[in-house]
């Protein structure tokens, strides 16, 4: 079976604390339960998370959804998402089955980033490792007024923004998510087709802005 892995890149710096990192833990508690529900996905999908503060670290490997278990996040240090790409780099190389003559690989994996401020550490030479693979559709979410979308613009052209990091505008980045991964799974079963571009998902709310 061909699976469809799914990566969430998720900001636990200290400027997360409180609010917003309560409802990224709903939010993928919700997005689980809510996709567990889902024939299609609950098939095909497989979801990993990997945090980022000061380090990044891989908190979750790639996992189908029913045995899927989501752990306490607690934010705290710095913004260090060029090592988030890096490692999600390596953890895609290791992970997904790539296509070869005898047999189909996995589906082009899905990474969904979200942070809340500006990266700390060298995001360029974390961006190199990641574009290495070109073999990620990629969405990147800035949450709040913090955030420099013209660096998250390098890292992937499908940018979305909140206008603010409340529980509110969190959960339903979060329920978009879910419909994305619904979307994917199903298009795959039906035509064999991947996602190729931000059109092809379902509209993202009104909370949610798409960044030209």
């Known amino acids: 079976m061909r699976r469809l892995p799914v990566y969430l890149l998720l900001d636990t710096s200290g400027s997360m604390s409180g609010e917003p990192i309560e409802a990224v833990k709903?939010?993928?508690q919700i997005m689980i339960s809510t996709?567990?529900?889902n024939p299609q996905a609950i098939e095909t999908a497989y979801l990993s998370v990997i945090t980022f503060d000061s380090t990044a670290q891989q908190i979750i490997p790639l996992t189908?959804?029913?045995t899927f278990q989501?752990?306490?996040?607690?934010?705290?240090?710095?913004?260090a998402l060029g090592a988030a790409l890096s490692l999600v780099a390596e953890r895609i190389d290791n992970e997904v089955m790539s296509t070869t003559l005898e047999r189909k690989g996995d589906w082009k994996p899905l990474v969904f980033i979200m942070t809340d401020g500006i990266p700390t550490d060298d995001w360029r030479q974390g961006l190199n490792a990641f574009s290495s693979k070109k073999t990620a559709f990629t969405v990147a979410c800035a949450a709040?007024?913090?955030?420099?979308?013209?660096?998250?613009?390098q890292i992937t052209e499908n940018v979305v923004s909140l206008d603010t990091?409340?529980?509110?505008?969190?959960?339903k980045f979060f329920t978009w998510v879910t419909a994305s991964i619904g979307v994917t799974s199903t298009k795959i079963e039906d035509s064999g087709k991947e996602i190729g571009s931000l059109s092809e998902l379902p509209p993202p709310p009104s909370e949610?802005?798409?960044v030209v």
């Open 26 to 28: 709903n939010g993928v």
């Open 35 to 37: 996709l567990r529900q």
């Open 64 to 66: 189908d959804l029913a």
């Open 70 to 79: 989501m752990v306490d996040l607690r934010a705290s240090g710095t913004t």
């Open 144 to 153: 709040g007024s913090g955030v420099d979308t013209s660096i998250l613009k």
């Open 165 to 171: 990091a409340d529980s509110s505008s969190i959960s």
């Open 208 to 210: 949610i802005n798409i």
